[in-house]
């Protein structure tokens, strides 16, 4: 069988007398859209920040491609391919598109200038800019150049998943992708989400919106209570039956391992 390409068993993070992970277990295997799903307050959150750098977990272990990994912050997640877009998107409005794109990984001018006083080489990260957007279809964008904050919500969306897919070299998390989005826009990125997948990404979704995880996920992660409740294939599983687990109004026939 095939080995997950991130792992994670019996993470535990305390908030003093509060408990938001209890011991949580993990697995994303390679090429998959794995949703996560659980009720408010079940710790969806602390388990996605640990796995992406944000917290750093009391207890358990965390694996990428079978090592053991300890991330002090998300730039560490970053540098070992590991790229999350939160549902604040972390865009800078005034920036353009291009600056976005690059944030924290400018590209300098070669010799001289670039070495000495920095300057950046915008002509070349426009150029990848506009090819990443290309290639996953985003070029409804004309101008590159042109702030975030003079698109729509959907394309910002757009731009934020570009980034994650333009860098992240393993994993894409996506918080609530669609959560502010009309229709039009949120069927733009669940597209957009399928297209990463076929490149062969994996995605871990986290999202309330049952149809689009039922659309997209090939596996579902329900977290209940701090932990992994089980794990469900949305072929055979109902929406009303992911919800009842949820909420713990019906109990699982396997529990998650």
Not at 48 to 66: C, F, M, N, T, Y
Not at 184 to 208: A, F, Q, T
């Amino acid at each position: 069988m095939t080995e997950p390409l991130l792992y994670a068993r019996n993470l535990v993070k305390r908030y003093g007398r509060v408990t938001a992970m209890d011991h949580a277990d993990f697995d994303l295997y390679p090429g998959e859209i794995l949703a996560v799903i659980g009720d408010n307050g079940a710790g969806k959150s602390s388990l996605i920040k640990a796995l992406s750098g944000a917290v750093q977990p009391d207890e358990g272990e965390i694996r990428l491609d079978g090592q053991p990994v300890a991330f002090a912050s998300p730039l560490e997640a970053r540098k070992a391919g590991i790229e999350t877009v939160y549902q604040t998107l972390a865009l800078s409005p005034a920036l353009s598109i291009s600056d976005n794109m690059f944030m924290g990984r400018e590209i300098q001018r070669q010799g001289f200038m670039g070495k000495w006083f920095g300057m950046l080489d915008k002509p070349a990260m426009e150029a990848f800019s506009r090819q990443k957007l290309s290639e996953l279809g985003l070029m409804t964008i004309q101008n590159i150049s042109q702030p975030v904050e003079t698109l729509s919500g959907g394309q910002r969306q757009g731009v934020a998943v570009a980034r994650a897919a333009a860098f992240g070299s393993r994993v894409i998390i996506l918080d609530e992708p669609t959560a502010a989005l009309g229709v039009k826009e949120s069927r733009r990125v669940l597209d957009l989400i399928l297209d990463v997948r076929s490149r062969g990404i994996p995605i871990v979704l986290i999202s309330h919106n049952m149809p689009h995880v039922f659309e997209v996920a090939d596996r579902i992660h329900i977290h209940r209570l701090g932990r992994r409740l089980c794990v469900i294939n949305p072929k055979e599983h109902t929406m009303s039956d992911a919800v009842a687990y949820m909420t713990g109004a019906k109990v699982p026939e396997v529990l998650a391992a």
